[in-house]
T-cell receptor, first 110, second 115 residues
């Protein structure tokens, strides 16, 4: 089943923070976050494994609550380069593929 | 990170012709490859999963005779769109995963336009 992302779209000014949520109706082994710019393929941001993981890189971090089957992506002090569509992909096990949410369109303006 | 390439980046073809798209893992062995299709402003929709040396598993609603997938080696998978029609115009993206790993890496995509 396709995970549900919220919000669908968000507009930020440079320097503002944002949170993107991803929730699933089934048990998950991992959650993957990608950013896609217009006309390009998705770029891998990070993966979180079950076990209540949190991780981050510079000003982008994420958490995974496996009990709630939810993950959140945190963007702090947003930059213009953060603009794009963010997708979460969920993986339950084995050789199954990632199933992607519908995406969250993030626009950062000056 | 691992690198996946796709060729061509874009292709324009006439209705009724066939188009082949190649997906290669450049620095790792891709035991499993996935083919996605993405329409404008929509999410990535999985078309099929292929394991090296095996027949591809197609998602419901995807015509296997129209979208031929071959995963002949651990570094190459091909998608052939047969008898293409304008409604097949889309952004096709392959993704690859190595055995025993969690990460799934995407190619840069191929934009197909059928006239």
């Amino acid at each position: 089943q396709q995970p549900v992302q919220s919000p669908q779209a968000v507009i930020l000014r440079e320097g503002e923070d944002a949170v993107i949520n991803c929730s699933s109706s089934k048990a998950l082994y991992s959650v993957h976050w990608y950013r896609q710019k217009h006309g390009e393929a998705p770029v891998f941001l990070m993966i979180l494994l079950k076990g209540g993981e949190q991780k981050g890189h510079e000003k982008i971090s994420a958490s995974f609550n496996e009990k709630k089957q939810q993950s959140s992506l945190y963007l702090t002090a947003s930059q213009l380069s953060y603009s794009g569509t963010y997708f979460c992909g969920t993986w339950d096990s084995g050789n199954t593929p990632l199933v992607f949410g519908k995406g969250t369109r993030l626009s950062v303006i000056a | 990170g691992a690198v996946v390439s796709q060729h061509p980046s874009w292709v324009i073809c006439k209705s009724g012709t066939s188009v082949k798209i190649e997906c290669r893992s450049l620095d790792f062995q891709a035991t499993t490859m996935f083919w996605y299709r993405q329409f404008p402003k929509q999410s990535l929709m999985l078309m099929a999963t292929s394991n090296e040396g095996s027949k591809a598993t197609y998602e419901q609603g995807v015509e296997k005779d129209k979208f031929l997938i071959n995963h002949a080696s651990l570094t190459l998978s091909t998608l052939t769109v047969t008898s293409a029609h304008p409604e097949d115009s889309s952004f096709y993206i392959c993704s690859a995963r190595s055995s025993g790993t969690y990460e799934q890496y995407f190619g840069p995509g191929t934009r197909l336009t059928v006239t």
